[in-house]
């Protein structure tokens, strides 16, 4: 089977490994200079779905379990240490309200937030430690997984620097192209979601932290060597490029109640891009004669796409139907 994939961030990416795996000719085309460059290049890159649980469709942690199998199993370096939920004090009831709506996680005290995280000893009384999550840094992931594709799959990659046909001959035609294909997915929206690094030497973190932050949740994902990526909002518009200073505001005064080192940290990179969503914000498989859509993977991109792409695969191949992600009524799953 010849396959073509459009568009070369998370889902693209991992719709050509399930696609190469199954000993398709997979040519995959991007836009940008190089892969991952999309929104795929801002995310937080937690691999969280009991925390996901939360405020989500079940379906998303359905999703996520598997995902998490995949990112451990594909990329080298994905840290096994965890996910950690805190509040202030004055919040403990948001963290109870958290606590009601997941599973998989574990009640600790004071004592027990400062065994994991000694910067925090003595910063907060209570918190929400989930053992079996992870998290990976989305650019270098993207990466090895673009040269695994190259080198040991045999994928072509066509990106804009290199100059591409998009009409090259395929019997089948895997559409991961996020927000631009609302020209033929009309109901797609974009959700905005910004985000900063920070740098500091005064506080280290092993494990990506949730903060339960009034006015904005924000999460701390430590990225190694000092930096730290700060995200993300949740916008209800397709403007790109452009961080908010309200934004800038909320992000940094939530991360200063989780320690107020960071109010030293010197700022390295603010970015924003838009991620596609359908109105429930729930990912889907549509097919339409030669082509396969792979898209709304809204804020769960790295969580929800090696899940998807798989399906994708099997209904590819085997003409396999996935109700859950293909039907347009998600409430009985």
């Not at 045999?154 to 035609?173: C, M, N, Q, Y």
């Amino acid at each position: 089977m010849r396959v073509r994939i459009v568009g070369g961030g998370v889902a693209g990416l991992t719709c050509a490994h399930a696609f190469a795996q199954r000993g398709a000719q997979v040519t995959l085309v991007e836009r940008k200079a190089a892969t991952g460059q999309g929104c795929s290049w801002y995310a937080g890159g937690m691999l969280a779905p009991w925390c996901e649980r939360e405020s989500a469709e079940p379906i998303i942690a359905e999703l996520g379990f598997e995902s998490l199998a995949y990112w451990r199993e594909t990329v080298p370096d994905v840290p096994n240490e965890g996910s950690l939920v805190l509040a202030p004090a004055r919040d403990l009831p948001d963290l109870r309200r958290f606590s009601r709506r997941t599973e998989g996680y574990e009640w600790l005290d004071g004592a027990g937030i400062a065994a994991l995280e000694p910067d925090l000893d003595g910063r907060f009384e209570q918190g929400l430690f989930f053992p079996t999550e992870a998290h990976l840094e989305p650019r270098k992931a993207l990466a090895a997984l673009t040269a695994k594709l190259v080198g040991e799959h045999g994928v072509i990659l066509r990106t804009e620097e290199d100059g591409f046909e998009v009409s090259d001959a395929a019997d089948i035609v895997i559409d991961c192209r996020g927000l631009a294909a609302r020209d033929t997915l009309s109901d797609l929206r974009g959700v905005k979601g910004e985000m900063l690094v920070l740098y500091s030497t005064e506080i280290s973190l092993k494990r990506p932290v949730r903060m339960l932050h009034p006015r904005i949740p924000v999460y701390i994902v430590p990225r190694g060597d000092g930096h730290f990526m700060i995200g993300a909002t949740s916008l209800e518009n397709d403007e790109r490029g452009r961080v908010t200073g309200r934004s800038m505001l909320e992000l940094l005064g939530a991360v200063y109640a989780l320690h107020p080192a960071f109010g030293e940290a010197e700022i390295v990179e603010i970015g924003a891009d838009v991620r596609p969503a359908f109105p429930d914000n729930l990912p889907r498989l549509r097919r339409r004669g030669d082509t396969i859509y792979v898209n709304g993977l809204y804020r769960h991109g790295f969580l929800a796409a090696p899940a998807l792409a798989r399906r994708a695969a099997e209904l590819a191949f085997d003409g396999t139907q996935f109700p859950e992600v293909m039907d347009e009524d998600h409430r009985q799953w």
